[in-house]
């Protein structure tokens, strides 16, 4: 059974950093690629980055070219999100995925994804 355990989020001021981690048991990490979501209230969930698993490609969605940042740790079973230039439109709950394919979507849908966290709340205030 795949579980998956995010963290690292919290309250920050405009302008801070975060790193995020996914942390995930119950399969060979090194398999898959990983996407990272985020949810802000009264929105749907988006897609914001994907890293690939053997040839660790990463996908951004436009919002975040430039201040966030994905890797992964294979020996750790861990995903990583660096957060830069935090700003108030970042607040949102953030969810790591797997997804059962070694390569990333040309699309960051929702269904793509398989397994998901239970997320870890980004918040973004002075």
């Known amino acids: 059974q795949v579980h998956i355990v995010e963290s690292g989020g919290g309250l920050v001021q405009p302008g801070g950093s975060l790193r995020l981690s996914c942390a995930v048991s119950g399969l060979r990490l090194e398999y898959y690629s990983i996407g990272w979501f985020r949810q802000a209230p009264g929105k749907e969930r988006e897609g914001v980055s994907c890293i690939g698993s053997n040839d660790r490609s990463t996908h951004y969605a436009n919002s975040v070219k430039g201040r966030f940042s994905i890797s992964r740790d294979n020996a750790k079973s861990t995903v990583y999100l660096q957060i830069d230039t935090l700003n108030p439109e970042d607040t949102a709950v953030y969810y790591c995925?797997?997804?059962?394919?070694?390569?990333?979507?040309?699309?960051?849908?929702?269904?793509?994804?398989?397994?998901w966290g239970q997320g870890t709340q980004v918040t973004v205030s002075s």
């Open positions: 995925a797997v997804r059962g394919w070694e390569h990333c979507p040309e699309s960051m849908a929702v269904a793509f994804f398989g397994s």
